[in-house]
């Protein structure tokens, strides 16, 4: 029998540099990434099964009936979901899978798959993620105050993960990632002598 | 308020490869080794402090009193221990400390510091621990057969520790090491958030 592959969730505050930290995991590891399922229409250039599975609501409501999304949530007015078979059979083959999610979606994963590994990046101080989020200039005062009120909520979930780290820099953060992942495959209970 | 080290205990049966995995770790990764202290009789060149504390039988016997021992043991009436304050005290100024002892000893400490990070240095499998102790010529054939009635019981123990480390090579049995003792310092409950 192969071994299993181990799911990965990551999560952490908007701003904190998820999406470049696990670029250069992805980089350096071969990792299958969950893709999300939503009924938000596609935006240019977005293909389904690639940036996400384009679900009608019916489709998407059908699915949870189903027990078929590891989370899910509702943003603005759309569904999004983490479907489940996609993931499962990359684990069955023996491929260790991550997700990315918001912090909520990454609770409710530990619910559905406690023996999920799960990962919080953080900022190294609130200060610090204070000064990239209003550093990005691209939204309003408001909408920055509330990504922080968010963050500041967020940041106390932190001690229910497994893991905490924290991004001083996207080298070091990718390599401690990368050591949880290795780490976690040493695991007793995942590990068959012969 | 400094970050504390974190004690990591290492084991597996006889021939596995310890010593020579955990050479490699020592040139790799600053981390204090524990020393043992033993009432057997300095050989050689060994000196107090150094490779040993050597104690008399009064003094050993006073250590285990006053609880001053992670774990101790008698082996062909030499008694062997690992002293509790050299571990501490290094913890304290936030040193990672490893202490590599025998399978019997690595369980007591589990009683002893439940917050200790176990790993077990397990061979390929039992027939290559066989080649391998076998293949060292240096002993009888019924010592060789007690060395493997013994390893033999301690694989069953492996499931009981925190991480299996299979030592297919040094360089990547090394690499798993230094990735779980990576992977600790970002455990939940040992990262503060600022």
Chains 1, 2 share one sequence.
Do not use: W
């Amino acid at each position: 029998m192969n071994k299993k592959g181990i799911l990965f969730v990551i999560t952490g505050p908007s701003g904190v540099g998820k999406g470049t930290v696990l670029a250069e995991v992805r980089r350096q590891k071969d990792v299958y990434f969950s893709i999300s399922a939503t009924t938000r229409q596609p935006r240019e250039g977005e293909q389904d099964g690639v940036h996400y599975f384009f679900l009608t609501r019916e489709q998407f409501e059908q699915k949870i009936a189903e027990n078929g999304f590891l989370e899910h949530a509702e943003f603005s007015g759309n569904c999004y979901g983490t479907p489940a078979a996609p993931v499962d059979a990359h684990l069955e083959e023996g491929t260790d899978v991550i997700l990315e999610i918001e912090v909520q979606g990454a609770m409710q994963v530990h619910r559905s798959r406690p023996d999920a590994v799960r990962i919080f990046l953080a900022p190294p101080s609130y200060a610090e993620l204070e000064k990239r989020l209003t550093g990005r200039g691209t939204e309003t005062e408001e909408a920055v105050r509330m990504r922080l009120e968010t963050a500041k909520h967020e940041l106390t979930l932190a001690p229910e993960f497994d893991y905490v780290v924290i991004n001083n820099t996207v080298e070091q953060a990718v390599a401690d990632v990368l050591a949880i992942m290795q780490a976690e495959a040493c695991r007793a209970q995942r590990v068959t002598l012969h």
